[in-house]
C-alpha cells in the first residue's frame, strides 16, 4: 500500500481455510524491512497460534 506517510507493509498469516489474520503493519522507511518490525510479527503469530 502507498499512501501520503509512505509505503506500508503488512505481515499476515493464514489459518484453517481462507481466514487471514494481520499481525503488524507499518509504513516502510527503509529498503530493508527492520528486525523488530519482523520479531513483533513473530511473537504475534506465536501468540495467535497458542490461543488456538
Not at 4 to 21: H, L, P, Q, W
Not at 22 to 46: D, G, Y
Amino acid at each position: 500500500m502507498k499512501g501520503a506517510e509512505g509505503i506500508a507493509r503488512v505481515f499476515y498469516c493464514t489459518v484453517i481455510g481462507r481466514e487471514i489474520v494481520m499481525l503488524h503493519s507499518f509504513v516502510k522507511k527503509a529498503q530493508k524491512t527492520p528486525l523488530k518490525e519482523k520479531r513483533i510479527a513473530e511473537n504475534r503469530m506465536k501468540e495467535f497460534k497458542n490461543g488456538i
